[in-house]
């Protein structure tokens, strides 16, 4: 059993910053992709941003230059740096990570959501 534990949302004027973190537990012998995905209401959860276990990154175009996805594998943890916020990034967050439990088992796991609104 993977648990991912989310952290940093909250309410931020537009043009502010918030920082969100996401820390994953439990039976981990690796894990390959993590990321964040987002979900309005009303809207399908889409993808934010991405991160590989090699540090490669990908990111949605409409937060590019104002997100930034990082990790530290060593403490299974992924962030995701939000500055220049608009009242469109409001959403629901949601931590997503890619873990191999054993030599034959990888499995997606999400965590619990963190809301991030933003006025204007």
């Known amino acids: 059993q993977v648990q991912l534990v989310e952290s940093g949302g909250g309410l931020v004027q537009a043009g502010g910053s918030l920082r969100l973190s996401c820390a994953a537990s439990g039976i981990i012998i690796s894990i390959n992709a993590m990321g964040w995905y987002r979900q309005a209401p009303g809207k399908p959860r889409d993808l934010v941003a991405d991160i590989t276990s090699g540090g490669t990154t990908n990111y949605a175009d409409s937060v590019k230059g104002r997100f930034t996805i990082s990790r530290d594998n060593a403490k299974n943890t992924v962030y995701l740096q939000m500055d220049s916020l608009k009242p469109e990034d409001t959403a629901v967050y949601y931590c997503?990570?890619?873990?191999?439990?054993?030599?034959?088992?990888?499995?997606?796991?999400w965590g619990q959501g963190t809301q991030v609104t933003v006025s204007s």
């Open positions: 997503n990570a890619r873990v191999r439990t054993s030599w034959y088992e990888v499995y997606d796991y």
